[in-house]
């Protein structure tokens, strides 16, 4: 069965560049979810988006901006960047944002500032 | 988000059932109970959830509290491919664009 694809699985960036994060949802998924995990931190929800709108906002940096296209694909354009975003990036995706459908994870993007 | 409370580690021999503990004494009556797991270097995976009955799927058992403010979930046979980060997470069905809210785990260390 199709998955939840993220793209790169590996990302290395400088300090104060900028770096995109894609995901590409299981087919017929209308809601994204994205995640951040520091290192032995667990996940912590940042945006989520239903139908291409953003439905949920979490504890995400102004320097962070995501989208939902019309292909249902999503991405996070992270500006910038910090030390401190050095983390995986995961990405879920539901069949609707109802509180009983389960979120499908990616592999998640590793991205190492430098 | 109701707070839930669990154990930080737990630990299992192979082969053994696993009962992984959650208290949630503040839990609404709208609020669903589902559990995920965190595998080391994967992404979190959907375990099971529930409402009011206990449920079993392919995976697991989840066995909650006539009041609901606990519940138990339940790994019949543990095998070493089980040792993960456990989540016990309520989602409000009334919220759309429902996030989930991980924090306090259970690390689950199997044994061979």
């Known amino acids: 069965a199709a998955g939840v694809i993220q793209s790169p699985r590996h990302l290395i960036k400088e300090k104060r560049e900028t770096a995109t994060l894609k995901c590409y949802p299981i087919p017929r998924h209308d809601t994204v979810y994205w995640y951040q995990q520091g290192p032995g931190q667990d996940p912590q929800f940042l945006i989520s988006f239903y139908e291409k709108m953003q439905s949920d906002k979490g504890s995400i940096p102004d320097r962070f901006s995501a989208q939902q296209f019309s292909d249902y694909h999503s991405e996070l354009n992270m500006s910038s960047l910090e030390l401190g975003d050095s983390a995986l990036y995961f990405c879920?995706?539901?069949?609707?944002?109802?509180?009983?459908?389960?979120?499908?994870f990616g592999p998640g993007t590793r991205l190492t500032v430098t | 988000d109701a707070k839930t409370t669990q154990p930080n580690s737990m630990e299992s021999n192979e082969e053994e059932p696993v009962h992984l503990p959650c208290n949630h004494s503040t839990i609404s009556g709208t609020d669903y109970i589902h559990w995920y797991r965190q595998l080391p270097s994967q992404g979190p995976e959907y375990v099971i959830h529930?409402?009011?009955s206990n449920v079993n799927n392919r995976m697991a058992s989840l066995a909650i509290a006539e009041d609901r403010k606990s519940s138990t979930l339940i790994l019949h046979r543990a095998t070493l491919r089980d040792a993960a980060v456990y989540y016990c997470i309520l989602r409000d069905n009334n919220n759309a664009g429902n996030m989930l809210t991980f924090g306090g785990g259970t690390r689950l260390m199997v044994k061979p």
């Open positions: 879920a995706s539901s069949l609707t944002p109802a509180g009983t459908d389960e979120q499908y």
């Open positions: 529930g409402l009011t």
